[in-house]
């Protein structure tokens, strides 16, 4: 599934991105029962080590307890389909890179989500860069990603 390109599109995005700033007021309502956090991704890796963090800071303050739970699998996509499947009531939050949302709509013919519809941004944690490099192997006829 590809995105639309649309003004419209991003300007919902950004809408909710921006819109997420109030997300606090609501873990309020939740604070009595256990917040979990779903890393798409294994214990121990980069992503996990940031979202315990996150949890740390969370306990107690937002709600009673976190639980930060590994759901690994299909790339990250079990983990991303678990958030999705939660109850949309704000106790399951998604702690994840960007590329989940962002890249694998216009890399898989099919998923199971839609980044826009089934997710609302709550808050940016951290920043990373990407690059992509060609060994020596790759012809030189290959300059650019597209070829």
């Not at 980069?46 to 107690?60: E, F, K, P, S």
């Not at 694998?104 to 490099?133: E, G, I, M, T, W």
């Given at each position: 599934m590809d995105l639309p390109a649309s003004n419209g599109s991003r300007r919902r995005f950004l809408g909710l991105a921006i819109g997420s700033l109030c997300v606090p007021a609501a873990f309020a309502q939740i604070a009595a029962r256990p917040l979990r956090i779903i890393v798409p991704f294994p214990a121990g890796g980069?992503?996990?080590?940031?979202?315990?963090?996150?949890?740390?800071?969370?306990?107690?303050s937002y709600a009673s307890a976190v639980i930060v739970e590994n759901r690994v699998g299909a790339s990250g996509r079990l983990g991303v389909e678990a958030v999705k499947n939660a109850e949309p009531d704000?106790?399951?939050?998604?702690?994840?890179?960007?590329?989940?949302?962002?890249?694998?709509?216009?890399?898989?013919?099919?998923?199971?989500?839609?980044?826009?519809?089934?997710?609302?941004?709550?808050?940016?944690?951290?920043?990373?860069?990407?690059?992509?490099?060609a060994g020596p192997a790759v012809p030189p006829s290959v300059r650019s990603a597209r070829d």
């Open positions: 980069g992503t996990d080590v940031l979202a315990r963090i996150v949890a740390d800071r969370l306990r107690g704000g106790g399951t939050l998604l702690f994840t890179p960007d590329f989940l949302l962002t890249v694998y709509p216009h890399s898989f013919r099919k998923l199971s989500y839609d980044p826009v519809a089934d997710f609302a941004p709550v808050a940016l944690v951290a920043r990373s860069a990407l690059a992509l490099c």
